[in-house]
């Protein structure tokens, strides 16, 4: 059984910036990989970032070159650092793990971006 726990989201001014933290439990992390999503009100869940076990990288344009995806193996821990941050950032984050055609999602935090 996967868990995983997100944490690190809250309310940040625009410009501002926020770094996301997943815990996974088990031991399959280090060959999975990786994602981020975020869900807004009204909107479909989109992907974020997304991390490889071999540690390569890819992010929508949205956020390509503000936010920065990294994962720790031996905390079995992927991180979200969000830079110059805006309101339309403002969403649920959840945390993804793929391994094996298994799919495994965190409870999600929250993040809010205004003034």
């Known amino acids: 059984q996967v868990q995983l726990v997100e944490s690190g989201g809250g309310l940040v001014q625009p410009g501002g910036s926020l770094r996301l933290s997943c815990a996974a439990s088990?031991?399959?992390?280090?060959?999975?990989?990786m994602g981020w999503y975020r869900q807004a009100p009204g909107k479909q869940r989109e992907l974020v970032a997304i991390?490889?076990?071999?540690?390569?990288?890819n992010y929508p344009s949205s956020v390509k070159g503000r936010f920065t995806i990294s994962r720790d193996n031996a905390k079995n821990t992927v991180y979200l650092q969000m830079n110059s941050l805006k309101p339309e950032d403002t969403a649920l984050y959840f945390c993804?793990?793929?391994?094996?055609?298994?799919?495994?999602w965190g409870q999600g935090t929250q993040v809010t971006v205004s003034s």
């Open positions: 991390i490889s076990s071999g540690g390569n990288t």
């Open positions: 088990g031991s399959i992390f280090r060959g999975s990989v």
């Open positions: 993804n793990l793929g391994t094996g055609g298994q799919n495994y």
